[in-house]
T-cell receptor
Framework: AQTVTQSQPEMSVQEAETVTLSCTYDTSESDYYLFWYKQPPSRQMILVIR??????QNATENRFSVNFQKAAKSFSLKISDSQLGDAAMYFC???????????FGTGTSLTVIP | SAVISQKPSRDICQRGTSLTIQCQVDSQVTMMFWYRQQPGQSLTLIAT?????????ESGFVIDKFPISRPNLTFSTLTVSNMSPEDSSIYLC????????????FGPGTRLTVL
């Protein structure tokens, strides 16, 4: 079974600084998708960024970028120039290429300090 | 993309009663899902809501406890039956535009407290 591990239950970052959230996963598949979702206090899950496993290039979305290490099964999220609105719970998720089910990690609660 | 709404946003229920949660999508979607998020924990998939047929349940979840309806391509309901305090959780509806689509859109969730 696929498992997704987020080893940092809580993280904090100073406003305008950079923070990296860790995620590792376990799979025997070679083709899959990885995601980072953000869940603010409003509970609305928002897709932050996604990575296709067959792509070597790391995905980037504005201030958000990933470090995808396929051999190490690692998928970290870097948030640059952190803003107060980035404060939220961040979930790493995995989906097989041929399936619909998402497997979520336990989440990392990010606090942004003004 | 798809915008998803859920009703109710929260409820407090008595043990032994049932609650039906509604999920409405603003566009037709192929796939709809129901997740449970227990306090301080991650999301766990309960079932895939199939239009026109019975839902597909994940291990540990059964139809008698969590009956699901999917009458059309934009709407689904999840009922939490014969509730106990252990059912206190956030229930989230999500949707994917089509099978294999690599993004799921989520509703705001329903916070359920069972006394």
């Amino acid at each position: 079974a696929q498992t997704v591990t987020q080893s940092q239950p809580e993280m904090s970052v100073q406003e305008a600084e950079t923070v990296t959230l860790s995620c590792t996963y376990d799979t025997s598949e070679s083709d899959y998708y990885l995601f980072w979702y953000k869940q603010p206090p409003s509970r609305q899950m928002i897709l932050v960024i996604r990575q296709e496993a067959y792509k070597q290039q790391n995905a980037t979305e504005n201030r958000f970028s990933v470090n995808f290490q396929k051999a190490a099964k690692s998928f970290s999220l870097k948030i640059s120039d952190s803003q107060l609105g980035d404060a939220a719970m961040y979930f790493c998720a995995y989906r097989r290429n041929t399936g619909n089910q998402f497997y979520f990690g336990t989440g990392t609660s990010l606090t942004v300090i003004p | 993309s798809a915008v998803i709404s859920q009703k109710p946003s929260r409820d407090i229920c008595q043990r032994g009663t049932s609650l039906t949660i509604q999920c409405q999508v603003d566009s037709q979607v192929t796939m709809m899902f129901w997740y449970r998020q227990q306090p301080g924990q991650s999301l766990t998939l309960i079932a895939t809501a199939n239009q026109g047929s019975e839902a597909t349940y994940e291990s540990g979840f059964v139809i008698d406890k969590f009956p699901i309806s999917r009458p059309n391509l934009t709407f689904s309901t999840l009922t939490v039956s014969n509730m106990s305090p252990e059912d206190s959780s956030i229930y989230l509806c999500s949707a994917a535009l089509r099978a294999g689509y690599n993004e799921q859109f989520f509703g705001p969730g329903t916070r359920l407290t069972v006394l």
